[in-house]
């Protein structure tokens, strides 16, 4: 499996971004649940929205009305549209395969990508 995420960079309070990123080997993408995750500095995992094989999005509190998780089977790519950023959604974000897990109350995207840098900032 491999994940390969873009599109991070810097913005301005109220700014828009859209990762993407590139799913390929040994899954099917199209079947697949999917997830966005975050890290922020000196902080874990933070769970940010799953794609379910049945097509349904859930989002955290933390940006459900803001972010949007799509996908697009036929290009085996999946995309996070971030609006009205942030200070606090400055992390590094990940793609991931499934839906991760909760272990001691602590969040594991699982198997994910390199991650791409969001900051928000004035």
């Known amino acids: 499996v491999q994940l390969v995420e873009s599109g991070g960079g810097m913005v301005q309070p109220g700014g828009s971004l859209t990762l993407s990123c590139a799913a390929s080997g040994g899954f099917t993408f199209s079947s697949a649940t999917m997830s966005w995750a975050r890290q922020a500095p000196g902080k874990k995992f933070e769970w940010v929205s799953t794609?379910?094989?049945?097509?349904?999005?859930f989002y955290s509190s933390a940006v459900k009305g803001r972010f949007t998780f799509s996908k697009d089977n036929a290009e085996n790519m999946m995309y996070l549209q971030m609006t009205n950023l942030q200070p606090e959604d400055t992390a590094v974000y990940y793609c991931?395969?499934?839906?991760?897990?909760?272990?001691?109350?602590?969040?594991?995207?699982?198997?994910r990508g390199q991650g791409t840098q969001v900051t928000v900032s004035s």
């Open positions: 794609f379910w094989d049945d097509g349904s999005a």
């Open positions: 991931a395969v499934g839906p991760g897990i909760y272990s001691g109350g602590d969040y594991d995207p699982g198997t």
